[in-house]
Every structure is written in C-alpha cells, then in structure tokens.
C-alpha cells in the first residue's frame, strides 16, 4: 500500500472505531529495503497492512504494534539488518538498520490527508528523540509555514527553516534542535501527493497502462473523443474518465500540477499533435507520446532539444524491447515512475552510488 491507501485506511478504521497502531521507519542507518516515511497499520487482530521492510521485519512490528495497543505507550524500536544470525530472526543482510516509531494511533495519517486531498506538498515533523512524554508529537508545514500540531508538540520548537528546506528539496531528514533546555531529535518527512496519470487515448493498448498505474498507487485518468461511460465500459479500472471532443479544450477540462504525466496514445496524428501542444504549454512536468517522433515532426512547435532533455518525452518508454500491449505499458510506466520521482533510469549495477540517492541526469 502506498502513503494515500494508508491515509484512507487509518480515516476509515477512524470512522469505524477499530483500534488499531502505526509503525513508521524515522530513521536509517546503512542500506535498506525500504526508508523513512515507509508506514504499517497494525490492527488489535494482529492483520496487517503496509511494509516497513521487505518482509522481513513485519512479523517482529506486528508483536510490537500489539504490545503497543495492549499498553497505550508508543515506543521507538531499532532493529539491526546486518546480522544474519539475528535471535529475532530478521537478519537480512541489507548492510543498514532501521528505527520504527510504533503508536496507538494514526502516526500522523490523519494531519497529512487533507494536504495529499488538495494536492499540497507537505512536511510532517515527528519528534522521536525526547524527554517529557514528546515522543510522537508532530506539526504539519506547507511551503515552510506551520499547520496543524498535536496538543503535545513543544511552543519553544522552531523548525520552520528546517522545514522550508526540506520541503524545497522534496526530501526527508532527521535533524536535532534545541527546545529550551533541551536537545530534541526530528523526523522532517516531506510527503508529496501521489502521481497521476492521465492517458489520452480509447484503444486497447491503454488497458494495460491503467492497470500498470493502479498497481503503482496512481491516480489514473482516461480522457477520450468518447463519453465517460463509454470509455469506462471499454477501459475498465482507472480512477476517472473525462469526454474531450477538441484537444485544445484540454487545458479547461483536464487538471494537472507538477506531481502529474501525460501520454498521448490516440493513434491519431492530427489530435496527438494538438494534445502536445496544449500540454507543453501548461506545468506538468512529463508528456510521453506513443509511436515515432518523425510521425509528428512539422506539426509540433518544438525542436529536438525538446524531445531530448526536456519535458517531452517521445518515443515515450524505456528501451526494454517491448512489443506487446503489456510490455509496452511496463515501458512507459517505468519512464514515468523515473521522471516524476527525479531519477535517471539507468541500470542499478551502473550506478556507482547507494540505490535510493537521487543524481543529476545527464
């Protein structure tokens, strides 16, 4: 499950007054399969969903969540992924650890959700190194500025810089501030709304792409020369569909924000290179077209810098030697995943840095 499904998830055990804890990885040391921010629901039954790791934590967090339920008392566990001869039976030898902060409670799920329902970046500040009971206390951030608080998160807490930062650089840290007296250690996690996709396109080969986005935990839309519920009944599984009759009508029926990609697929040369055009003018930060870029080449206002580095991405996927339908949509759906998130797609084995660490691309 990603970050919106575990926000949904803990809303509606909310709703449902099901007790239930969260265990969230705040902090790592060394390589590890999965990092900060990473979340489990644990419910009193012991079911569980999410993943702290690649499985081989999961049994040892639920006892732990349990425990935590039984008590009321959130904890922090540290939990050592080097040591293949582990008594707990979780050596995994990922060469790193990992520090869960498990809770009676929503671990913050709740204070991120109206920021991911509208869209909005947003820095979560969790505090798990204190004394006075603070463990758990959290403030929400939007472009720096503070937001909602836990009734326990410390008034003498400044971390509005720190937060500003974090949240322009899109990623996470732990850093460690004074409170009066005190020294307080932080989990700054920035949170990002999940990617959209949306596909222009009613043929068959969109099929697949819709399930390759629902697989991702994208919010995937269909827009076609079709109605709704036509290209509902064709194209089953994506989360909405739109009717566009004119391309360029796409920028008042179609919404899009940077967190969002675009790929043409009409099969059509005259419609894709008015969907290009209109696209390319607006913020989204990916638009993929399928096919050759030659069979648009005079009829888009771009030049080749554009297809090479910029925005437009045509041909739109990875060279995996794809043919089928279905190879297809892993190829572009891969391109997709590395663009948004700010990564070269380059086999791992040539990266020549830790797996997770961004680096310029070329």
């Known amino acids: 499950m990603n970050l919106s499904d575990l926000v949904a998830l803990s809303a509606r055990l909310q709703r449902a007054g099901t007790p239930f804890a969260t265990a969230t990885v705040v902090k790592k040391e060394g390589s590890t399969y999965r990092l900060p921010g990473a979340r489990m629901i644990v419910e009193s039954d012991g079911t569980a969903y999410g993943m702290v790791s690649g499985g081989c934590l999961e049994s040892e967090v639920v006892q732990e969540a349990l425990d935590v339920l039984r008590t009321g008392t959130a904890v922090i566990r540290r939990y050592d992924l080097t040591d293949e001869n582990n008594a707990a039976g979780y050596g995994a030898g990922c060469a ?7 809770e009676p409670a929503s671990g913050g799920l709740d204070m991120l959700a109206p920021y991911l329902e509208k869209r909005i970046p947003v820095l979560l500040a969790h505090v798990i190194g204190a004394a006075g009971g603070l463990l758990g206390a959290r403030q929400a951030f939007s472009s720096g500025e503070p937001g909602t608080a836990t009734p326990n998160w410390p008034s003498s807490l400044n971390v509005h810089d720190f ?5 322009r650089r899109a990623r996470s840290d732990v850093i460690r501030v004074r409170s009066g007296r005190e020294t307080v250690e932080l989990f700054l996690e920035s949170a990002l709304p999940p990617f959209r996709l949306i596909l222009f396109g009613s043929g068959p080969d969109v099929a697949p792409l819709v399930q390759m986005g629902r697989l991702l935990g994208w919010l995937v839309e269909v827009v076609g020369a079709r109605p709704a519920a036509a290209l509902k009944a064709s194209i089953p599984g994506a989360h909405s569909y739109t009717f566009l009759m004119h391309p360029e009508e796409v920028s008042s029926r179609v919404k899009v924000d940077p967190y969002t990609a675009a790929v043409i697929m009409n099969h059509n040369k005259a419609r894709d290179a008015s969907l290009a055009n209109a696209l390319n003018q607006g913020e989204i930060p ?3 077209l399928l096919g050759p870029w030659e069979r648009l ?8 810098l554009d297809v090479t580095v910029g925005r437009v991405h045509s041909p739109v996927g990875l060279d995996i030697g794809a043919e089928t339908p279905q190879e297809v949509a892993l190829s572009i759906a891969a391109e997709v995943q590395a663009a948004l998130a700010g990564f070269e797609a380059r086999p791992l084995r040539h990266k020549g840095s830790a797996i997770h660490a961004r680096q310029p691309r070329a």
């Open 163 to 167: 937060a500003r930062d974090s949240l």
């Open 297 to 304: 080449e005079g009829q888009v206002g771009w030049n080749a």
């Open 96 to 102: 790193g650890a990992v520090h869960v902060l498990i």
């Open 286 to 288: 990916y638009v993929g």
